[in-house]
Every structure is written in C-alpha cells, then in structure tokens.
C-alpha cells in the first residue's frame, strides 16, 4: 500500500513513533526515523526494518532546532529522491500545576511540541509543493481538546498543533497534500506508564470502552492516513480515544 514511499517519522524511537515507523515498513514504505537522545533503541529499531526488507535512514536531530529539523527533511529528499509522508510524531512532557510551573518547563514543551512540528512542516512543504502530493500527519492529543489539569504547557502545544493542522490543510489543499491530526488519548507507552495507579484509574472512568489504547490503535490509523484510500481526506482532528473525548 505504502510501497516505494518516503517517509519521516520523528520521535521513532519509542511508542507511538516506534510503532508507526513499522507499520509503515510492513507496507512497503522507506523510512527515515528520527531521534533526539534514545540512540540504542534507534538503533535497534533500525534492524527491526531493514528485516522487513526496506531502506532505512537514521538520522539524529532536535526538532525544535529549525536547522536540525530542515537537514533531517532534505537528508530523507536527498536519500530517497521525494519525501511523501511526515508524520510529526516527536515530542515531551514537563507536568505540573501552573502555579509550580516553571518558565523553562513551559517553553521547552511550546519548543518541541509546538515549534518542532512547525519546523518539520516548514522544511518539507517546498519539496511537496514541488511534488503536488505529501501526507502530513500530525501528533496532536485529546488534552488539547478538552484540556487536564495538570498539563498546561502540553495542552498549549496540542491545541496549537490542531489549529496548525487546520490552517496548513486550507493552505495546501490545492497542492495535492493532505494534513490531518491524530488525537490519541490513554495509550500505553513509557511516558503513561509513569502515571500512579491511582491517575490510570481516574482516566479508566472516563474511558467508555473500558481499557487504554495500544500503540497500535494510533499505527492503524497512521496507515490509513498516509495512504491513497484517505486521499479525500484532509483538516481532519481524529480521535483514537476509546471515547474518552466525545
């Protein structure tokens, strides 16, 4: 489905990147996964692509650094001859209540969460421009629709990437490029799992179908979102939630 495809992944490393970085191999897609510091299981998953039979670049960069963020697009052009789909996956938590809340910690969060994805976007909308075709999939977060105590810089950032995803889907539409958002709410990975139990059962009431979501659940619709079945598709906030949003 994704066959001969380019695509970038940043924050491929762990989670949700890790999985989708997959799942696009699995499809025939070429990757080119981004990392920031988590260097063996880049690694690491590295090998796990190239035994799925497709070209793979690793490339090591800070996203909220505009440079960093524009060699990483033109390394996967100049590697694979096109960039087709960019998922802006990267991205960090720094929680607290706003009144503890530190200015360092708040920035840092606008800057990757926020400002990365703009970078990424910046960098790779004169090569799809020049394409007339690109998938843009954007990691943005139930929070940032409903908000949560506790997450003001994060829900910011999110709110800010929704609104980013709408805008540059008005922009680019006429392009041949397609820009949706992807709002996953409770899934497990490394960053919900330093949640107390007693936070993962307040978020488990609130979840209809009664269990968090798998890395997976966010994979499926990646793959759909990149593909040529979405090409109808565009400015769309979908949640994969359980119903936790609705």
């Given at each position: 489905?994704?066959?001969?495809?380019?695509?970038?992944?940043?924050?491929?490393?762990?989670?949700?990147?890790?999985?989708?970085?997959?799942?696009?191999?699995?499809?025939?897609?070429?990757?080119?996964?981004?990392?920031?510091?988590?260097?063996?299981?880049?690694?690491?998953?590295?090998?796990?692509?190239?035994?799925?039979?497709?070209?793979?670049?690793?490339?090591?960069?800070?996203?909220?650094?505009?440079?960093?963020?524009?060699?990483?697009?033109?390394?996967?052009?100049?590697?694979?001859?096109?960039?087709?789909?960019?998922?802006?996956?990267?991205?960090?938590?720094?929680?607290?209540?706003?009144?503890?809340?530190?200015?360092?910690?708040?920035?840092?969060?606008?800057?990757?969460?926020?400002?990365?994805?703009?970078?990424?976007?910046?960098?790779?909308?004169?090569?799809?421009?020049?394409?007339?075709?690109?998938?843009?999939?954007?990691?943005?977060?139930?929070?940032?629709?409903?908000?949560?105590?506790?997450?003001?810089?994060?829900?910011?950032?999110?709110?800010?990437?929704?609104?980013?995803?709408?805008?540059?889907?008005?922009?680019?539409?006429?392009?041949?490029?397609?820009?949706?958002?992807?709002?996953?709410?409770?899934?497990?990975?490394?960053?919900?799992?330093?949640?107390?139990?007693?936070?993962?059962?307040?978020?488990?009431?609130?979840?209809?179908?009664?269990?968090?979501?798998?890395?997976?659940?966010?994979?499926?619709?990646?793959?759909?979102?990149?593909?040529?079945?979405?090409?109808?598709?565009?400015?769309?906030?979908?949640?994969?939630?359980?119903?936790?949003s609705m």
């Amino acid at each position: 489905m994704l066959k001969g495809k380019c695509a970038v992944v940043t924050g491929a490393a762990k989670g949700i990147g890790r999985s989708i970085a997959l799942k696009y191999a699995k499809l025939g897609a070429n990757l080119v996964i981004n990392y920031r510091s988590s260097e063996e299981e880049a690694i690491s998953l590295e090998k796990e692509l190239k035994e799925l039979g497709v070209e793979v670049l690793v490339v090591k960069a800070d996203i909220s650094n505009f440079n960093d963020a524009n060699n990483l697009i033109l390394m996967a052009k100049e590697r694979f001859g096109s960039v087709d789909i960019l998922v802006n996956n990267a991205g960090i938590t720094r929680d607290g209540l706003v009144m503890r809340m530190k200015e360092e910690d708040f920035d840092r969060v606008i800057e990757v969460n926020l400002k990365g994805v703009f970078n990424c976007i910046r960098a790779v909308t004169p090569i799809m421009v020049k394409q007339k075709s690109g998938k843009v999939i954007n990691m943005a977060s139930v929070v940032g629709i409903t908000g949560n105590a506790g997450q003001l810089n994060y829900c910011a950032a999110k709110a800010g990437v929704i609104g980013m995803t709408k805008s540059l889907a008005r922009e680019l539409g006429s392009r041949g490029i397609n820009v949706n958002a992807i709002a996953p709410g409770f899934i497990q990975t490394d960053m919900t799992n330093e949640l107390g139990e007693k936070a993962k059962d307040a978020v488990m009431a609130n979840i209809p179908l009664k269990r968090f979501g798998n890395v997976s659940d966010v994979a499926e619709l990646a793959a759909f979102l990149a593909s040529e079945s979405a090409s109808y598709i565009t400015g769309q906030i979908i949640s994969v939630d359980g119903g936790m949003s609705m």
